[in-house]
């Protein structure tokens, strides 16, 4: 697509600049360290990686996000689709995050200041700089009404179980025990930007 279109744009075509949004999603694999940042290993035989390889190499820019949230995208209406079971729930450590009006000034960012900063053929992750642990989620939610007598929800129930079972005294987890926690700083302080919604 950008050699078609170079090709047939050819007095333009200089001053384009592509920019493709990808995911986080291509760090989830195993890793040296407990901290994955842009120059980390991600997974190369992955399609979207593949195509923002590609791209990169044509001078283009790839923003890879965290899970994308705000508007009618809340975390919290993701619970009864990923912690359905308590073995789900056991399973669930990191969450990575970033709000949609974050990533909007993430973009006009990286076109505002592409030559400065050298955004062509360049990689970057993009999170609100939180590592939320899910159990804390899960227990931060625990009430699903606004009921006095109400039972919190399964999930919340679980994680103490859970809590008791792999004797976690308190929440949320520590790093480590999280797993994989993104480190996005280098986007923020390369494009002189702080997030503008960063917790949930």
Same mark, same amino acid.
């Given at each position: 697509l950008v050699w078609s279109y170079?090709?047939?744009?050819?007095?333009?075509?200089?001053n384009v600049?592509?920019?493709?949004?990808?995911?986080?999603?291509i760090f989830q694999i195993e890793q040296k360290t407990t901290w994955v940042d842009r120059h980390s290993d991600y997974n190369k035989e992955n399609a979207r990686a593949i195509a923002e390889d590609e791209l990169m190499s044509m001078g283009g820019c790839v923003l890879n996000l965290a899970g994308l949230w705000g508007g009618e995208r809340q975390p919290k209406s993701w619970v009864g689709r990923v912690a359905t079971t308590k073995d789900q729930v056991r399973s669930k450590k990191s969450l990575h995050l970033v709000h949609g009006e974050d990533v909007a000034r993430a973009i006009l960012a990286i076109f505002d200041k592409w030559e400065k900063n050298k955004a062509s053929g360049t990689r970057w992750m993009l999170t609100d700089g939180q590592v939320y642990c899910w159990w804390s989620? *899960?227990?931060?939610w625990a009430r699903e009404g606004k009921h006095v007598d109400e039972e919190p929800s399964k999930q919340s129930q679980w994680v103490y179980e859970l809590m008791e079972e792999e004797g976690v005294k308190a929440l949320p987890r520590d790093m480590e025990t999280?797993?994989?926690?993104?480190?996005?700083?280098?986007?923020?302080?390369? *494009?002189?930007l702080t997030p503008l919604r960063s917790r949930i």
């Amino acid at each position: 697509l950008v050699w078609s279109y170079n090709f047939t744009h050819q007095r333009v075509a200089p001053n384009v600049r592509y920019l493709q949004l990808g995911s986080t999603g291509i760090f989830q694999i195993e890793q040296k360290t407990t901290w994955v940042d842009r120059h980390s290993d991600y997974n190369k035989e992955n399609a979207r990686a593949i195509a923002e390889d590609e791209l990169m190499s044509m001078g283009g820019c790839v923003l890879n996000l965290a899970g994308l949230w705000g508007g009618e995208r809340q975390p919290k209406s993701w619970v009864g689709r990923v912690a359905t079971t308590k073995d789900q729930v056991r399973s669930k450590k990191s969450l990575h995050l970033v709000h949609g009006e974050d990533v909007a000034r993430a973009i006009l960012a990286i076109f505002d200041k592409w030559e400065k900063n050298k955004a062509s053929g360049t990689r970057w992750m993009l999170t609100d700089g939180q590592v939320y642990c899910w159990w804390s989620l *899960f227990v931060g939610w625990a009430r699903e009404g606004k009921h006095v007598d109400e039972e919190p929800s399964k999930q919340s129930q679980w994680v103490y179980e859970l809590m008791e079972e792999e004797g976690v005294k308190a929440l949320p987890r520590d790093m480590e025990t999280l797993g994989r926690c993104y480190d996005s700083r280098d986007f923020w302080k390369t *494009f002189g930007l702080t997030p503008l919604r960063s917790r949930i």
